[in-house]
């Protein structure tokens, strides 16, 4: 089987799920609106049972058993869309792909414009070389290394100026489909911690803390990792060809005894989006509880630490339907996706989820 | 909990009581990040830190302003990583010389509500969740006597403060058994700038000394104080 693209969202410049096609050929479309955290609808899929349901993602406590644990990615949204300008004065917009390195910023350069316009349509950025000087956020930086639109910058300024002008010039990385401007606080999740993550690690968005409260009255353990969410889409085709690029992960010591427990009483490792995956499944290969994940998932993938998946919601074609196979077989995420259309349940990463259990 | 490599954010912290209690979290080895909104007086408190070996960083802002929340909080994670404990130390009197209640701007009590009690409440929201994910952190809201005592003329402070303890316990109360310790305490009457607005002739030698409080504050972080506790410093014993 031919391996997919794994991106984090759906990608509705690239694939529009009106075009996606279900296995039988019917068309499934999902709303695109977003949904209040506290009002987000769930479908729960058999991961072994062939069940597909459909419920609030406030029963997810009775979901789940007592002795299951649940981990979340507590990476922090960064406002990583940046405004720069080239030596020669031709603007661009830097999109940070990873975490802040002390003065190293590395991301993807786009056009003059913004994000109204599809990221495959903007402007070409001007053409940065290791040792030009550029503006960038205000603050002189000097380019370290450029491999076509992937840079990597070196701010001139202490950290905390750094990261002064980074939350007040930055903003969070957003796509054509949604052009009002986000409040950084409309992307991150109840748990966010260091700013890591260049795109929300959005299937946490629905814990609100009623529910995180709620699954630990019920015996249900609730641990956290850090992984460094990339870009899902830079809208040049070889660049998003090879996404998700490498990614940082941290999973603390705490976390692995809290495997390590579940495992031992006989519960179950649900993760909270595919990040978690990757960092979960990235350390059971390369047996290091903090590093670069590598791993990239596709639909022959078999986890070795994830029982289950929290995740948004994606139309057959999308990358990520694809990806989920590697936890329900295709015709069940299908019948899932055409039980979401019928109730009009919404895709967009700010939409409703799915429970693969 | 232990002060040594905790990531601390302590708002207020430019001069009087914050200040004085960066500079001892930071001498006892805590990662200390400062809030307050004029970047110039905090630049210095931080040099002063640093010189003396200690880690301090520098977030200027606005607690009263809905869209500075996610940036301090953002930027003190960036700097420092995790944020184990918090000093909701930043509060505004409102228009000095102090008026009576009755002769309050409604928008001068609004103002007063949205940084003694808004304020604390949206950047609690923000850090609370890593803590207690983590399983562990204390938030500490500053109050004051005036929360207690109906005195003439405090109203929009004495207002804000009482809420603010209220805030406290029902924060403590939501949190009950995730790890995650709520204060509030009253450090009696300093010597400090808000002092001096707010009582311009009172005898200063009669008030306690920022540094002194400080020093009980940094002693009950490391206490077993339970959670949801109102602490009058003055007449608490470690």
């Known amino acids: 089987m031919a391996a997919v693209k794994f991106h984090r969202h759906a990608s509705p410049q690239r694939v529009p799920s009106e075009l996606a096609r279900g296995a039988a050929g019917s068309t499934i479309a999902l709303r695109t609106d977003e949904v209040a955290r506290h009002a987000v609808r769930l479908i729960a899929i058999g991961r072994d049972a062939d069940t597909v349901e459909l419920t609030q993602f406030a029963a997810l406590p009775s979901l789940l058993r007592e002795g299951d644990l649940v981990i979340v990615n507590d990476a922090a949204t960064l406002p990583g869309s940046l405004r720069g300008v080239s030596a020669g004065g031709e603007l661009f917009e830097l999109r ?22 599809r990221t495959e349509h903007r402007a070409a950025p001007p053409v940065l070389a290791a040792n030009d000087r550029v503006r960038i956020a205000g603050l ?177 074609g999308e990358s990520h339907f694809e990806l989920l196979q590697a936890f329900a077989p295709r015709d069940r995420l299908v019948r899932a996706i055409e039980l979401a259309a019928a109730h009009g349940l919404s895709g967009h990463e700010l939409g409703d989820a799915c429970l693969i259990l | 909990m232990q002060i040594e490599g905790t990531g601390a954010l302590i708002t207020g912290a430019s001069r009087g009581l914050g200040r004085a ?102 950047l609690t929201k923000v850090l609370a969740g890593a803590m207690a994910l983590r399983g562990a952190g204390t938030i500490i809201h500053i109050s004051s006597d005036a929360a207690v005592e109906p005195y003439p003329r405090w109203g929009a402070y004495g207002i804000s403060k009482a809420a603010q303890d209220h805030l406290s316990r029902i924060l403590a109360a939501e949190l009950d058994g995730t790890g995650v310790r709520v204060l509030a305490v009253d450090p009696g009457e300093m010597d400090t700038k808000m002092h001096a607005d707010a009582v311009p002739d009172a005898d200063r030698a009669a008030l306690q000394r920022p540094a002194d409080v400080a020093a ?23």
């Not at chain 1, 190293?104 to 350069?109: I, M, Q």
């Not at chain 1, 460094?228 to 085709?237: E, I, K, R």
């Open chain 2, 216 to 238: 009980r504050l940094v002693a009950l972080v490391e206490s077993n104080v339970a959670s949801g506790a109102r602490v009058a410093l003055p007449g608490w014993q470690p």
């Open chain 1, 140 to 316: 002189d930086a000097t380019v370290a290394s450029a491999a076509g639109r992937r840079v990597e910058l070196v701010v001139r300024a202490e950290p905390d100026t750094l990261w002064q002008a980074l939350y007040a010039h930055g903003r969070a990385v957003q796509y054509a489909h949604r052009p009002e401007l986000l409040p950084l606080y409309a992307v991150q999740t109840a748990y966010a911690a260091r700013p890591w993550a260049a795109e929300m690690p959005s299937a946490g968005r629905p814990l609100t803390w009623d529910v995180l409260l709620g699954l630990r009255r019920r015996g249900i353990a609730i641990a956290q990792l850090t992984h460094a969410a990339g870009l899902s889409s830079t809208g040049d085709d070889a660049l998003d060809h090879a996404l998700p690029w490498p990614e940082r992960y941290e999973i603390p010591r705490r976390t692995l005894d809290a495997i390590e427990h579940t495992r031992a009483i006989g519960g179950r490792v649900v993760a909270v989006g595919t990040t978690v995956v990757r960092a979960l499944e990235s350390a059971a290969q390369s047996g290091s509880a903090s590093g670069i994940a590598r791993l990239r998932l596709d639909p022959a993938y078999r986890p070795h630490v994830v029982d289950g998946l929290i995740s948004g919601l994606h139309t057959p």
């Open chain 2, 21 to 122: 209690v960066a500079e001892q979290l930071a001498a006892r080895g805590a990662r200390v990040v400062l809030v307050a909104r004029e970047a110039g007086p905090l630049a210095d408190v931080v040099a002063g830190i640093r010189a003396r070996g200690g880690e301090a960083h520098a977030v200027a802002g606005d607690i009263a302003d809905k869209n500075a929340i996610h940036r301090i909080a953002g930027q003190a994670q960036g700097l420092v990583g995790e944020i184990g404990l918090v000093v909701h130390n930043a509060s505004t009197l409102g228009p000095t010389p102090l008026r009576l209640l009755l002769d309050t701007e409604c928008e001068d009590l609004a103002a007063v509500l949205e940084a003694n009690l808004v304020g604390p409440f949206r």
């Open chain 1, 96 to 117: 940070l792909s990873g975490p802040v390195d002390g003065s190293r910023l590395a991301g993807v350069l786009l056009g003059a414009g913004d994000h109204k316009t």
